[in-house]
């Protein structure tokens, strides 16, 4: 990464601590941009943009890959499209303002990269695998979701948690039983799940 790049996304970090964005561990994202390099990832539809920061990071470590990535909050949107301008990845990064689940896309993609609001993980899931192609991936950011998926669950203080929770542990049942791909989940970062279309 050249050394203005590095700058930048070390300010987009900054931002997104100082803000409370969520954006991904380290370690998380050195497995998907990884991921990307290894198995010639062409195109990504990306299910929560946030302020840019994975989409960014995926770009720049292909640079032939496109990336349509979807956002609902507003203020975040705006802040991804100021931070995309930033690298110049305009032409490579697509991005859409509004709700995942409002949102039909035709197009097809190497690689569904779901990293949204984790009670919808499932209905993200059954939405876009249409746009899969043959032999492509599914991957879903915070399987973990910061530990409290090991937890027991009368242990977690918070209600609107614990259903979180709830639903992410749905969310493991329904991707193991999937017969129509193969899962594994990595113990990094925050959790990765791979599925992979068979």
Same mark, same amino acid.
């Given at each position: ?45 990306? &299910? ?56 039909? &896309? ?50 977690? %203080?918070?209600? %609107?948690?614990?259903? &979180?929770?709830?639903? &992410? ?30």
């Amino acid at each position: 990464m050249v050394e203005n790049n590095f700058y930048q996304i070390n300010e987009i970090r900054k931002y997104a601590n100082a803000n409370k964005i969520p954006i991904m561990q380290n370690e998380g994202i050195d497995f998907l941009t990884t991921f990307i390099i290894k198995h010639q990832i062409k195109n990504v539809l990306e &299910i929560g943009t946030a302020i840019g920061y994975s989409a960014i990071m995926m770009a720049l470590c292909s640079p032939n890959l496109k990336i349509t990535t979807i956002e609902r909050d507003e203020q975040r949107y705006l802040e991804a499209v100021k931070n995309i301008k930033k690298f110049n990845l305009e032409k490579r990064i697509t991005l859409i303002f509004n709700d995942a689940l409002n949102v039909k &896309i035709d197009e097809k993609f190497d690689l569904v990269f779901i990293d949204a609001a984790k009670a919808q993980n499932i209905r993200f899931f059954e939405l876009f695998e249409r746009n899969l192609l043959d032999n492509g991936y599914i991957i879903t950011d915070n399987m973990y979701f910061h530990g409290l998926v090991h937890k027991n669950i009368k242990e977690i %203080s918070s209600r %609107s948690l614990r259903g &979180i929770v709830r639903k &992410i542990n749905d969310y493991i049942v329904f991707l193991k039983n999937n017969d129509k791909y193969t899962t594994t989940i990595y113990d990094i970062g925050d959790g990765i799940a791979v599925s992979e279309k068979k």
